[in-house]
């Protein structure tokens, strides 16, 4: 249907679009299902919908009224001028697939963000390609299994996968054409070390781990969990949104 839609732009300058007239079909409504009186709406004064909207947006707990361990770390750390310098028309009017010579003034601001991030951390590099969690979990778990081809290690195509961990874990192991391998929670709800071992071997890819983990306790078998894993060849695909 789209390909028939008709290019217009009307006498005041506004855009549109719209359908042959050949396309547009009539329909006639049943009597049964005609209003045989005027509608009557209620009346409210600008006020009372200001308030009744405003007093709906405090039913939400939010970043702006307190802290909260879990849930979204972009919404959780970015300061509010982060935001703002992202809304800037010279920022949101670029085009993806807008040409490397008239897209310097970004590329620059990538090259300087990856830059700092790299001083602070240590690290050797960074992507920006992932736009979400899931998508950044993804994006790592495709550099793990890249790792282990490019060793010719085709036999690792096992991750393991903490039972406390969101779903989208497991999820996109599976994504990444992987098999998730469940390890068991301790009862003070950390990664049972003990459960980990005996999951270790050589079809082992990695492991996936949020830390603080997903209910929010600090994984601190952190540097055991990887000592073992590297053992065994595997790598870590580390998570700290919480």
Known sequence: MYDKLIYEISKDGKVGYSLPKS??????????FARKADLIMPEVSELDVIRHFTNLSKKNYGVDEGFYPLGSCTM????????????????????????VEVSQGSLEIYHN??????????MADFSLNPFAGAHGE?????????????????KRTKVIVPDSAHG???????????????????KDGRVN??????????????????????????????????????ECGGR???DGAN
């Open 23 to 32: 396309d547009i079909k009539e329909y006639s409504l049943d009597d049964k």
């Open 76 to 99: 959780k750390y970015n300061p509010k001028i982060n935001d703002e310098m992202a809304s800037l028309k010279k920022a949101t009017s670029i085009h993806p697939l807008q040409p």
């Open 113 to 122: 963000v990856v830059k700092g991030l790299c001083e602070v951390t240590g």
């Open 138 to 154: 993804l994006i790592g778990l495709m550099i793990m299994k890249e790792y282990h081809l490019q060793r010719n290690d085709t």
């Open 168 to 186: 989208t874990n497991p999820a996109s192991v599976t994504v990444c054409n992987m098999e998730a391998i469940e390890v068991k929670s301790n």
């Open 193 to 230: 070390v003990e459960d980990l071992k005996s999951l270790l071997s050589d079809e082992v890819a990695g492991i996936m781990l949020t830390n603080p983990n997903t209910l929010g306790i600090f994984e601190k078998d952190i540097l055991e969990i990887a000592k073992l894993v590297h």
């Open 236 to 238: 870590l695909c580390y």
